[in-house]
C-alpha cells in the first residue's frame, strides 16, 4: 500500500509501506533531500507524531505503523547541542513544510517548531 508525504512548499510523493520503517525513511530523506545523518519522523494531519527515531523495531514494515492512502507530513527532529550533557534529548520537531497548518505545529509553536521535551 502507498502514503502520500507532504514537504516544502506544497510538494508531496508517494511512499510504499510495504518496506522496513528503516528503508522508508531512507527514502524520504531521499526525496527530500535530506542527508542520512539528518533525524527526521513523519506526523499525519493532525501534527502526532510517530517517533520512528526512538523505535528498536526499525526492520519491522512500516505498513505496521502507517495507514494506506493517508497523508503524513516530513519533520526534522532537533536534539539538543552536542557537549551539553544532553546529546540524546530532542527539544523540537520542526515540520519540513513552507506554510503548516496551525494543526500540525500545535497552538502554540515557536517559529514552526513544535516543542517536545525528552529523551532517547
Not at 60 to 81: G, I, P, Q, S
Request: charge should be neutral; hydrophobic fraction near 35%; aromatic fraction near 10%.
Amino acid at each position: 500500500m502507498f502514503i502520500f508525504i507532504k514537504h516544502g512548499d506544497n510538494q508531496q510523493f508517494l511512499a510504499n509501506t510495504n518496506c522496513s520503517v528503516l528503508l522508508l525513511l531512507h527514502y524520504v530523506r531521499h526525496e527530500v533531500g535530506l542527508p542520512d545523518t539528518d533525524t527526521i519522523d513523519l506526523c499525519d494531519a493532525m501534527g502526532t507524531m510517530h517517533l520512528f527515531f526512538l523505535t528498536k523495531t526499525l526492520g519491522d514494515y512500516a505498513n505496521k505503523f502507517l495507514t494506506a492512502r493517508n497523508t503524513y507530513y516530513v519533520c526534522r527532529v532537533e536534539h539538543e547541542a552536542p557537549g551539553t550533557g544532553l546529546k540524546n534529548a530532542y527539544r523540537a520537531f520542526v515540520p519540513l513544510l513552507k506554510n503548516p497548518e496551525p494543526k500540525i505545529i500545535g497552538k502554540e509553536h515557536d517559529g514552526g517548531r513544535r516543542n517536545m521535551e525528552g529523551t532517547v
